[in-house]
């Protein structure tokens, strides 16, 4: 390496260590770089359609949930942490309505368009997903979400106990990233019409449902989203998905969203 490119490779490392060039409510690190690889026809035509349903996707409901479950209270920020631009202690309150930048209205475009009998969710959460989703399922179509909690167990969740009573929605708490996990649901995996993935946006865990998926074989070719792709930690799992793909982020949630393309 030539000691221009060396002085480059170091310069465009030391960038994060010193003061970013943006302050908001939350700052995360990211990098850029070319792609390494490209989308199907079937994912344009799918984002294409995805984007215009969305411009018109009614979420009031979340919004109306949110509220009640979780009110807004005003962020604390140390003086240090203003000063250097950095938020890792502030937790950004979902705005469901905003859009782009959150990804609810997209998601609800994508079930609107691919009317997918069964979706698999991968992190439950909040339920605010799941509930946005449920919106959009043709008749006879349900979601079944999973996650390592009980639904009433997580914090500010917007899930009633009556979300569960028509049997469009079903929450299994099984982590789809073990062998059991994998093994106990590999039959509604290969059912999917449409997978969406908000788990632990480490990498690792969205390194192993991707080879889970691989292994049980994903029959219906599903479109599969992935939630935060531009996060530090989801930067290299994203990189290396070989399949078609495309990032949505600009039209989706403000920290990443992917399309891949499983057909």
Known sequence: MSLGSLRAAALSRLELLGPWPISAPLVRASLIAPRSSGPSERLLDVAQGAIAAARGADVSELAERLEAADPPAPAERSLLTRLRGRNDGVRLRPRPDRWPGEHYKLLVGLVGLLAPKLIVE?????????????????????????????????????????????????????????????????????????????????????????????????ERGPIVMFDDIRLWRMLGFWREIARPKLDLTSFGHWSGTGLVDFA
């Open 122 to 218: 991968l992190g439950t959460a909040t339920g605010l997903s799941a509930i946005a989703m449920r919106s959009a399922l043709p008749p006879g179509g349900r979601i079944v979400t999973f996650d390592v909690l009980e639904w009433n167990a997580y914090p500010n969740t917007v899930l009633t106990d009556a979300d569960f009573a028509d049997g469009r929605i079903e929450q299994r708490c099984e982590d789809l990233s073990t062998s059991a996990g994998l093994s106990a649901n590999a039959q509604r995996l290969r059912e999917a019409d449409f997978i969406f993935v908000d788990a632990l946006h480490d990498g690792e865990q969205e390194r192993r449902f991707v080879r889970g998926f691989d292994q049980v074989g994903l």
